[in-house]
């Protein structure tokens, strides 16, 4: 008889230590899935920062290459010069025309 409460005992044990051993491994495989979750979200954040980061790299080569056309620096840009004679051009115009405005009013004016 003392043999089977000796063996009893060890059973008690036993079960007592799986138990335990269960409990760390409900734990340890909680732990595991946490951890696989959080590097998913990581993931998915890293793949967002990349698309946003190509995204605005397209949009700042796109804004750059309309830049140098439009200062003619690229291919089928407005050339610098002729943006230069368009301005002497026109502030020439304006020129002759307050002269003109000026002799027309002056000359208006002493025929009164």
């Known amino acids: 008889m003392s043999t089977s409460r000796v ?3 060890y059973e008690a044990q036993n079960d007592q230590r799986l138990d335990e051993l269960h409990s760390k491994i409900r734990t340890l495989r909680g732990v595991t899935t946490d951890i696989y979750d959080d590097a998913e979200r990581q993931n998915l954040t890293l793949d967002d920062t990349s698309n946003s980061f190509s995204s605005f790299g397209a949009t700042l080569s796109q804004s750059s290459r ?3 056309q439009a200062f003619g620096l690229g291919p089928g840009g407005v050339k610098q010069t002729r943006i230069i004679f368009y301005i002497v051009g026109g502030v020439i115009g304006l020129w002759i025309l307050y002269k003109l405005s000026g ?3 002056s000359s208006s004016a002493e025929q009164v």
């Open 103 to 105: 002799f027309w009013w």
């Open 66 to 68: 309309r830049a140098s």
């Open 7 to 9: 063996e009893d005992t």
